[in-house]
Protein backbone atom coordinates (compact mmCIF):
# COMPACT_ATOMS: atom_id res chain seq x y z
CA UNK A 1 0.00 0.00 0.00
CA UNK A 2 1.42 3.59 -0.84
CA UNK A 3 1.50 6.34 2.10
CA UNK A 4 0.82 9.28 1.18
CA UNK A 5 1.58 12.37 3.75
CA UNK A 6 -0.84 15.89 3.47
CA UNK A 7 -0.13 19.10 4.99
CA UNK A 8 -3.15 20.80 5.10
CA UNK A 9 -5.65 18.12 4.67
CA UNK A 10 -8.53 19.94 7.32
CA UNK A 11 -8.27 22.41 4.01
CA UNK A 12 -10.67 22.50 0.64
CA UNK A 13 -7.82 20.64 -1.25
CA UNK A 14 -6.45 18.55 1.72
CA UNK A 15 -9.56 17.42 2.32
CA UNK A 16 -10.46 16.35 -1.62
CA UNK A 17 -6.99 14.71 -1.80
CA UNK A 18 -7.02 12.75 1.33
CA UNK A 19 -10.67 11.39 -0.18
CA UNK A 20 -9.11 10.79 -3.71
CA UNK A 21 -6.08 8.86 -2.19
CA UNK A 22 -8.17 7.00 0.09
CA UNK A 23 -10.75 5.54 -2.36
CA UNK A 24 -7.09 4.32 -4.61
CA UNK A 25 -5.97 2.14 -1.60
CA UNK A 26 -3.18 4.55 0.20
CA UNK A 27 -2.51 5.41 3.76
CA UNK A 28 -2.93 8.46 4.30
CA UNK A 29 -1.29 10.58 7.13
CA UNK A 30 -2.44 14.43 7.56
CA UNK A 31 -0.75 16.95 9.19
CA UNK A 32 -3.01 18.72 11.49
CA UNK A 33 -2.32 22.00 14.00
CA UNK A 34 -3.78 22.40 17.70
CA UNK A 35 -6.91 24.47 17.94
CA UNK A 36 -8.98 25.46 20.30
CA UNK A 37 -12.23 24.03 18.80
CA UNK A 38 -11.58 21.11 16.31
CA UNK A 39 -11.94 22.19 12.43
CA UNK A 40 -12.61 18.82 11.46
CA UNK A 41 -15.60 19.81 9.18
CA UNK A 42 -14.61 18.90 5.59
CA UNK A 43 -12.90 16.04 6.72
CA UNK A 44 -16.13 13.95 8.79
CA UNK A 45 -16.71 11.71 5.97
CA UNK A 46 -13.22 10.33 5.81
CA UNK A 47 -12.32 10.84 9.86
CA UNK A 48 -12.92 7.55 10.76
CA UNK A 49 -11.57 5.84 7.92
CA UNK A 50 -9.13 2.42 8.93
CA UNK A 51 -6.49 4.29 6.37
CA UNK A 52 -6.37 7.79 7.56
CA UNK A 53 -4.29 8.97 11.05
CA UNK A 54 -3.63 12.45 11.98
CA UNK A 55 -0.38 13.34 12.91
CA UNK A 56 -0.14 16.95 15.09
CA UNK A 57 2.38 19.30 13.77
CA UNK A 58 2.88 22.88 12.02
CA UNK A 59 4.54 24.20 9.11
CA UNK A 60 6.63 26.55 11.82
CA UNK A 61 7.67 23.29 13.86
CA UNK A 62 10.79 21.73 11.80
CA UNK A 63 11.16 18.84 14.09
CA UNK A 64 7.16 18.42 14.10
CA UNK A 65 7.02 17.69 10.29
CA UNK A 66 10.64 15.76 10.23
CA UNK A 67 9.95 13.44 13.15
CA UNK A 68 6.60 13.14 11.25
CA UNK A 69 8.22 12.37 8.36
CA UNK A 70 10.53 9.68 9.98
CA UNK A 71 8.57 7.57 11.73
CA UNK A 72 5.86 7.35 8.24
CA UNK A 73 8.31 6.25 5.72
CA UNK A 74 5.33 8.39 3.00
CA UNK A 75 6.03 7.74 -1.07
CA UNK A 76 4.39 10.94 -1.48
CA UNK A 77 4.01 14.10 -0.23
CA UNK A 78 1.81 16.70 -0.90
CA UNK A 79 2.38 20.50 0.67
CA UNK A 80 -0.53 22.44 0.80
CA UNK A 81 -0.92 24.01 3.87
CA UNK A 82 -0.43 27.37 3.82
CA UNK A 83 -1.65 30.92 4.66
CA UNK A 84 -3.91 30.97 1.59
CA UNK A 85 -6.28 33.93 1.57
CA UNK A 86 -4.87 36.82 -0.62
CA UNK A 87 -5.88 39.89 1.37
CA UNK A 88 -5.10 38.56 4.68
CA UNK A 89 -1.87 38.82 3.44
CA UNK A 90 -1.46 42.62 3.58
CA UNK A 91 -2.78 42.33 6.85
CA UNK A 92 -0.10 39.67 8.32
CA UNK A 93 2.21 39.50 5.93
CA UNK A 94 5.26 38.48 8.30
CA UNK A 95 2.93 35.25 9.27
CA UNK A 96 2.24 34.60 5.38
CA UNK A 97 5.96 34.44 4.76
CA UNK A 98 6.40 31.96 7.66
CA UNK A 99 3.76 29.38 6.43
CA UNK A 100 3.48 30.11 2.69
CA UNK A 101 7.17 30.81 1.85
CA UNK A 102 9.03 29.38 4.92
CA UNK A 103 7.22 26.66 5.13
CA UNK A 104 7.99 25.18 1.63
CA UNK A 105 11.43 24.88 2.72
CA UNK A 106 10.78 23.38 6.51
CA UNK A 107 8.73 20.28 4.64
CA UNK A 108 11.71 19.87 1.89
CA UNK A 109 14.19 19.99 4.70
CA UNK A 110 12.63 17.37 6.34
CA UNK A 111 11.88 15.09 3.62
CA UNK A 112 15.81 15.63 2.11
CA UNK A 113 16.47 14.49 5.84
CA UNK A 114 14.14 11.60 6.51
CA UNK A 115 12.90 10.52 2.79
CA UNK A 116 14.61 11.78 -0.08
CA UNK A 117 13.54 9.28 -2.29
CA UNK A 118 9.80 10.06 -1.61
CA UNK A 119 8.10 12.47 -4.53
CA UNK A 120 6.86 15.82 -3.60
CA UNK A 121 3.90 18.19 -4.56
CA UNK A 122 4.08 21.83 -4.31
CA UNK A 123 0.70 23.71 -4.08
CA UNK A 124 1.76 26.88 -6.09
CA UNK A 125 -0.28 29.26 -7.43
CA UNK A 126 -1.78 31.56 -10.30
CA UNK A 127 -1.64 33.89 -7.73
CA UNK A 128 2.74 34.65 -9.14
CA UNK A 129 1.41 35.73 -12.13
CA UNK A 130 -0.16 38.72 -10.83
CA UNK A 131 0.48 41.61 -13.20
CA UNK A 132 0.11 39.37 -15.89
CA UNK A 133 2.89 39.36 -18.13
CA UNK A 134 1.42 37.29 -20.81
CA UNK A 135 -2.15 36.31 -21.71
CA UNK A 136 -2.93 33.43 -21.22
CA UNK A 137 0.01 32.21 -18.63
CA UNK A 138 1.40 29.01 -18.83
CA UNK A 139 4.92 27.70 -17.43
CA UNK A 140 7.26 30.16 -19.36
CA UNK A 141 5.22 32.90 -18.22
CA UNK A 142 7.37 35.30 -15.93
CA UNK A 143 5.75 35.93 -13.00
CA UNK A 144 4.79 39.50 -11.19
CA UNK A 145 3.27 38.83 -7.79
CA UNK A 146 0.90 41.54 -6.37
CA UNK A 147 0.84 40.62 -2.91
CA UNK A 148 2.39 39.28 0.09
CA UNK A 149 1.00 36.19 -0.49
CA UNK A 150 1.90 35.88 -4.33
CA UNK A 151 5.44 36.52 -3.59
CA UNK A 152 5.34 34.12 -1.13
CA UNK A 153 4.28 31.67 -3.61
CA UNK A 154 7.31 32.38 -5.68
CA UNK A 155 9.63 31.95 -3.31
CA UNK A 156 7.75 28.38 -2.72
CA UNK A 157 7.56 27.50 -6.34
CA UNK A 158 11.55 28.60 -6.46
CA UNK A 159 12.36 26.81 -3.26
CA UNK A 160 10.98 23.80 -5.00
CA UNK A 161 13.20 24.38 -8.34
CA UNK A 162 15.93 24.55 -6.45
CA UNK A 163 16.01 21.33 -3.96
CA UNK A 164 14.97 19.37 -7.26
CA UNK A 165 18.11 20.94 -9.16
CA UNK A 166 20.66 20.49 -5.88
CA UNK A 167 19.74 17.42 -4.43
CA UNK A 168 18.07 15.27 -7.12
CA UNK A 169 14.70 15.38 -5.28
CA UNK A 170 11.40 14.47 -7.24
CA UNK A 171 9.79 17.92 -6.23
CA UNK A 172 7.10 19.34 -8.54
CA UNK A 173 5.35 22.48 -8.62
CA UNK A 174 2.02 22.64 -9.51
CA UNK A 175 0.84 25.93 -10.78
CA UNK A 176 -3.16 25.59 -10.17
CA UNK A 177 -5.14 28.66 -10.64
CA UNK A 178 -8.68 29.32 -8.69
CA UNK A 179 -10.81 26.29 -7.78
CA UNK A 180 -13.91 26.23 -5.89
CA UNK A 181 -16.26 23.73 -4.48
CA UNK A 182 -18.99 23.76 -1.78
CA UNK A 183 -15.82 23.48 0.58
CA UNK A 184 -14.35 26.73 0.02
CA UNK A 185 -13.81 29.12 2.95
CA UNK A 186 -16.59 31.70 3.16
CA UNK A 187 -14.25 34.22 2.80
CA UNK A 188 -13.26 33.66 -1.26
CA UNK A 189 -15.41 35.38 -3.61
CA UNK A 190 -17.15 32.06 -4.90
CA UNK A 191 -18.28 30.96 -1.73
CA UNK A 192 -19.01 34.23 -0.29
CA UNK A 193 -21.49 34.53 -3.16
CA UNK A 194 -23.14 31.02 -3.43
CA UNK A 195 -23.75 31.32 0.57
CA UNK A 196 -25.06 35.04 0.19
CA UNK A 197 -27.13 34.37 -2.50
CA UNK A 198 -28.72 31.20 -1.09
CA UNK A 199 -28.85 33.18 2.37
CA UNK A 200 -30.69 36.36 0.70
CA UNK A 201 -32.96 33.72 -1.18
CA UNK A 202 -33.91 31.97 1.87
CA UNK A 203 -34.75 35.88 3.39
CA UNK A 204 -31.87 35.71 6.02
CA UNK A 205 -29.67 38.82 4.17
CA UNK A 206 -30.53 41.79 2.29
CA UNK A 207 -28.10 42.57 0.70
CA UNK A 208 -24.53 41.18 -0.88
CA UNK A 209 -21.37 43.17 0.13
CA UNK A 210 -18.63 43.02 -2.15
CA UNK A 211 -15.37 44.81 -3.24
CA UNK A 212 -13.80 44.87 -7.45
CA UNK A 213 -16.51 43.05 -9.53
CA UNK A 214 -14.10 43.89 -12.36
CA UNK A 215 -11.81 41.34 -11.68
CA UNK A 216 -11.35 37.95 -13.87
CA UNK A 217 -10.48 34.75 -12.72
CA UNK A 218 -10.01 30.96 -14.40
CA UNK A 219 -12.25 29.39 -12.28
CA UNK A 220 -12.40 25.60 -11.83
CA UNK A 221 -13.63 22.42 -9.92
CA UNK A 222 -11.50 21.64 -7.01
CA UNK A 223 -12.18 17.92 -7.17
CA UNK A 224 -10.58 17.97 -10.78
CA UNK A 225 -7.39 20.22 -9.53
CA UNK A 226 -6.58 17.77 -6.75
CA UNK A 227 -6.44 14.59 -9.11
CA UNK A 228 -3.89 17.33 -10.93
CA UNK A 229 -1.51 17.03 -8.46
CA UNK A 230 -1.80 13.24 -7.99
CA UNK A 231 -0.87 13.14 -12.00
CA UNK A 232 1.85 14.98 -11.58
CA UNK A 233 3.53 12.67 -9.11
CA UNK A 234 2.78 9.88 -10.70
CA UNK A 235 5.01 10.51 -13.67
CA UNK A 236 8.61 9.20 -14.25
CA UNK A 237 10.51 12.72 -14.52
CA UNK A 238 9.44 15.80 -11.61
CA UNK A 239 8.25 18.46 -13.39
CA UNK A 240 5.96 21.68 -13.24
CA UNK A 241 2.25 22.31 -14.57
CA UNK A 242 -0.18 25.19 -15.12
CA UNK A 243 -3.57 23.49 -14.23
CA UNK A 244 -6.29 25.82 -15.22
CA UNK A 245 -9.30 25.64 -17.52
CA UNK A 246 -8.51 28.24 -20.30
CA UNK A 247 -11.33 30.12 -19.69
CA UNK A 248 -11.72 33.18 -17.79
CA UNK A 249 -14.79 35.08 -16.30
CA UNK A 250 -15.43 38.52 -14.04
CA UNK A 251 -16.82 38.10 -10.20
CA UNK A 252 -20.19 39.89 -12.04
CA UNK A 253 -20.72 36.96 -14.31
CA UNK A 254 -20.02 34.42 -11.25
CA UNK A 255 -22.31 37.07 -9.58
CA UNK A 256 -24.85 37.41 -12.23
CA UNK A 257 -24.76 33.64 -12.22
CA UNK A 258 -25.55 32.65 -8.79
CA UNK A 259 -28.61 35.15 -8.18
CA UNK A 260 -30.05 33.86 -11.78
CA UNK A 261 -29.95 30.29 -10.40
CA UNK A 262 -30.99 31.16 -6.84
CA UNK A 263 -33.91 32.67 -8.36
CA UNK A 264 -33.54 36.13 -7.52
CA UNK A 265 -33.13 37.43 -11.12
CA UNK A 266 -31.10 40.69 -11.23
CA UNK A 267 -28.25 41.10 -8.89
CA UNK A 268 -28.04 45.12 -9.11
CA UNK A 269 -31.04 44.48 -6.96
CA UNK A 270 -29.01 42.97 -4.20
CA UNK A 271 -25.54 44.39 -4.54
CA UNK A 272 -23.81 47.03 -2.85
CA UNK A 273 -20.10 47.94 -3.12
CA UNK A 274 -17.95 48.12 -0.06
CA UNK A 275 -14.49 49.52 -0.40
CA UNK A 276 -13.26 47.44 3.12
CA UNK A 277 -13.31 44.34 0.09
CA UNK A 278 -10.84 45.94 -2.24
CA UNK A 279 -7.38 45.38 -2.51
CA UNK A 280 -4.03 47.51 -2.15
CA UNK A 281 -3.25 46.19 -5.38
CA UNK A 282 -5.31 43.61 -7.57
CA UNK A 283 -4.88 40.97 -9.80
CA UNK A 284 -7.09 41.79 -12.82
CA UNK A 285 -6.57 39.12 -15.00
CA UNK A 286 -5.91 35.57 -14.44
CA UNK A 287 -6.37 32.93 -17.87
CA UNK A 288 -4.60 29.86 -17.88
CA UNK A 289 -2.85 27.43 -20.83
CA UNK A 290 -3.23 23.77 -19.62
CA UNK A 291 -1.99 22.13 -22.52
CA UNK A 292 0.86 20.76 -21.07
CA UNK A 293 -0.98 19.41 -18.77
CA UNK A 294 -3.85 18.21 -21.31
CA UNK A 295 -0.68 16.62 -23.41
CA UNK A 296 1.61 14.92 -20.52
CA UNK A 297 -0.46 13.79 -17.55
CA UNK A 298 -4.05 13.40 -20.03
CA UNK A 299 -5.64 15.77 -17.33
CA UNK A 300 -8.67 17.73 -18.58
CA UNK A 301 -11.70 19.78 -16.16
CA UNK A 302 -14.95 18.12 -16.04
CA UNK A 303 -17.56 20.72 -15.53
CA UNK A 304 -17.96 23.78 -16.89
CA UNK A 305 -18.42 27.80 -15.12
CA UNK A 306 -22.01 27.67 -14.89
CA UNK A 307 -22.29 23.90 -13.79
CA UNK A 308 -19.67 25.12 -10.91
CA UNK A 309 -21.89 28.05 -10.08
CA UNK A 310 -24.48 26.18 -10.30
CA UNK A 311 -23.15 23.14 -7.63
CA UNK A 312 -21.87 25.96 -5.35
CA UNK A 313 -25.94 27.62 -4.37
CA UNK A 314 -27.30 24.03 -5.13
CA UNK A 315 -25.21 22.92 -2.30
CA UNK A 316 -25.52 26.59 -0.07
CA UNK A 317 -29.16 26.67 -0.47
CA UNK A 318 -29.48 22.81 0.96
CA UNK A 319 -26.86 24.17 3.63
CA UNK A 320 -28.45 27.13 4.83
CA UNK A 321 -32.02 25.49 4.72
CA UNK A 322 -30.87 22.55 7.08
CA UNK A 323 -29.13 25.21 9.36
CA UNK A 324 -32.12 27.08 9.81
CA UNK A 325 -31.12 30.37 11.93
P1 LIG B 1 -7.34 26.31 2.59
O1 LIG B 1 -8.72 25.77 2.45
O2 LIG B 1 -7.14 27.68 3.12
O3 LIG B 1 -6.50 25.27 3.50
C1 LIG B 1 -5.26 25.61 4.03
C2 LIG B 1 -4.78 24.48 4.93
O4 LIG B 1 -3.48 24.82 5.46
C3 LIG B 1 -5.68 24.20 6.15
O5 LIG B 1 -5.73 22.81 6.37
C4 LIG B 1 -4.92 24.88 7.27
O6 LIG B 1 -5.18 24.33 8.54
C5 LIG B 1 -3.49 24.57 6.86
N1 LIG B 1 -2.49 25.42 7.51
C6 LIG B 1 -2.40 26.76 7.47
N2 LIG B 1 -1.34 27.18 8.16
C7 LIG B 1 -0.74 26.08 8.67
C8 LIG B 1 0.40 25.87 9.48
N3 LIG B 1 1.15 26.87 9.95
N4 LIG B 1 0.74 24.59 9.81
C9 LIG B 1 -0.01 23.54 9.38
N5 LIG B 1 -1.11 23.69 8.61
C10 LIG B 1 -1.47 24.95 8.26
O7 LIG B 1 -6.58 26.26 1.17
P2 LIG B 1 -6.94 25.45 -0.16
O8 LIG B 1 -7.86 26.25 -1.00
O9 LIG B 1 -7.28 24.07 0.19
O10 LIG B 1 -5.52 25.49 -0.91
C11 LIG B 1 -4.54 24.48 -0.68
C12 LIG B 1 -3.18 25.02 -1.12
O11 LIG B 1 -3.21 25.34 -2.49
C13 LIG B 1 -2.74 26.28 -0.40
O12 LIG B 1 -1.32 26.22 -0.27
C14 LIG B 1 -3.11 27.39 -1.37
O13 LIG B 1 -2.31 28.52 -1.15
C15 LIG B 1 -2.84 26.70 -2.69
N6 LIG B 1 -3.63 27.16 -3.83
C16 LIG B 1 -4.99 27.21 -3.74
C17 LIG B 1 -5.72 27.59 -4.85
C18 LIG B 1 -7.23 27.64 -4.81
O14 LIG B 1 -7.82 28.25 -5.70
N7 LIG B 1 -7.88 26.99 -3.84
C19 LIG B 1 -5.06 27.92 -6.06
C20 LIG B 1 -3.68 27.83 -6.10
C21 LIG B 1 -2.96 27.44 -4.99
P3 LIG B 1 -6.41 24.87 9.46
O15 LIG B 1 -7.62 24.14 8.97
O16 LIG B 1 -5.96 24.46 10.81
O17 LIG B 1 -6.50 26.34 9.26
N1 LIG C 1 -12.49 37.41 -1.15
C1 LIG C 1 -13.16 38.38 -1.75
N2 LIG C 1 -14.20 38.99 -1.08
N3 LIG C 1 -12.81 38.76 -3.00
C2 LIG C 1 -13.53 39.73 -3.60
C3 LIG C 1 -14.60 40.38 -2.97
C4 LIG C 1 -14.96 39.99 -1.64
O1 LIG C 1 -15.87 40.52 -1.01
N4 LIG C 1 -15.12 41.28 -3.84
C5 LIG C 1 -14.41 41.20 -4.95
N5 LIG C 1 -13.44 40.27 -4.83
C6 LIG C 1 -12.42 39.93 -5.84
C7 LIG C 1 -10.98 40.05 -5.35
O2 LIG C 1 -10.56 41.42 -5.35
C8 LIG C 1 -10.26 39.19 -6.38
O3 LIG C 1 -10.00 39.95 -7.53
C9 LIG C 1 -11.30 38.10 -6.73
O4 LIG C 1 -12.56 38.56 -6.19
C10 LIG C 1 -10.99 36.72 -6.20
O5 LIG C 1 -10.73 36.81 -4.80
P1 LIG C 1 -10.61 35.49 -3.89
O6 LIG C 1 -11.80 34.63 -4.07
O7 LIG C 1 -10.28 35.94 -2.50
O8 LIG C 1 -9.39 34.67 -4.54
P2 LIG C 1 -7.96 35.12 -5.08
O9 LIG C 1 -8.00 35.03 -6.57
O10 LIG C 1 -7.50 36.37 -4.46
O11 LIG C 1 -7.04 33.94 -4.49
C11 LIG C 1 -7.42 32.58 -4.61
O12 LIG C 1 -6.89 32.03 -5.80
C12 LIG C 1 -5.46 31.95 -5.84
C13 LIG C 1 -5.09 31.35 -7.20
O13 LIG C 1 -5.09 32.36 -8.17
C14 LIG C 1 -6.91 31.84 -3.37
O14 LIG C 1 -7.44 30.55 -3.35
C15 LIG C 1 -5.40 31.72 -3.36
O15 LIG C 1 -4.98 30.87 -2.27
C16 LIG C 1 -4.97 31.09 -4.69
O16 LIG C 1 -3.58 30.94 -4.74
Redesign the pocket.
Known amino acids: MKKAFI?????????YLAQFLLEKGYNVYG???R?STQ?FE?IKEIIHHPNLELIS????DQQSITFALQDIQPDEIY???????VKASWEQPVLTG???AI?VTKVLEAMRLACPKAKFYQ?????MFGKVREVPQNENTPFYPRSP?GVA?VYGHWITVNYRESYDLFAVS???????SP???LE?VTRKISNTVARIKLGKEEVIELGNLDSKRDWGY?KD?VQAMWLMLQQDKADDYVIATGETHSVREFLQIACKVAGLGDYEKYYKHNKKYDRPAEVDLLIGNPEKAKKVLHWSPTISFEELVTLMVEKDLEFELKNSN
Open positions: TGITGQDGSLTRTNRGDLVNLAAQSFEFTGASSSEYKGILFNHERRGFAY
